[in-house]
């Protein structure tokens, strides 16, 4: 049993479209648990941190514009093996090639605006959550019904 930690964003557009609730709501009866969330506007620089690794590209800036554009739900999500099926309920990158059934094939239809953003892998899980919550905001705490999810 390998207990993880992501990152995980709902991005303007989830945000514009009242789909907040409805993401979370999947990943809670999934079985994962919340330890940080925070609702917030995206500073610029923040943004080019988060997407440092897009710099130079041709969409960057457009990326930049987007994710500052309105506010997010940035959260720290945990579970057993939560980085692979967190990514999983996300869907593909692209919603035109997301399964039905995950959070972009049931809500999105464009590359460009497709609701959330998920950490792809345990370093980048890492990088993230320390980049958007300081040190005290990630919460460790217990569930009365871990007993019935992970034993």
């Given at each position: 049993m390998s207990m993880e930690r992501t990152f995980v964003m709902v991005k303007p557009d989830g945000v514009q479209r009242r789909l907040m609730g409805e993401i979370l709501a999947r990943f809670e009866r999934a079985g994962l648990k919340v330890v940080a969330m925070k609702f917030m506007k995206v500073p610029r620089e923040l943004a080019e941190?988060?997407?440092?690794?897009?710099?130079?590209?041709p969409f960057y800036?457009?990326?930049i514009a987007y994710i500052t554009s309105?506010?997010?739900?940035?959260?720290?999500?945990?579970?057993?093996n939560a980085i692979e099926r967190v990514r999983a309920m996300v869907g593909a990158?692209?919603?035109?090639?997301?399964a039905p059934g995950t959070i972009r094939g049931d809500f999105c239809q464009?590359?460009?605006r497709n609701?959330?953003?998920?950490?792809?892998?345990?370093?980048?899980a890492a990088t993230e959550i320390?980049?958007?919550?300081?040190?005290?905001e990630v919460v460790d705490y217990s569930m009365d019904d871990e007993k019935w999810i992970y034993e």
């Open positions: 941190k988060h997407y440092e690794i897009h710099r130079g590209k800036e457009g990326l309105g506010p997010v739900l940035a959260m720290v999500i945990e579970g057993i990158t692209d919603p035109q090639k997301a464009h590359i460009g609701a959330v953003h998920a950490s792809d892998g345990p370093e980048t320390a980049l958007w919550f300081k040190e005290g």
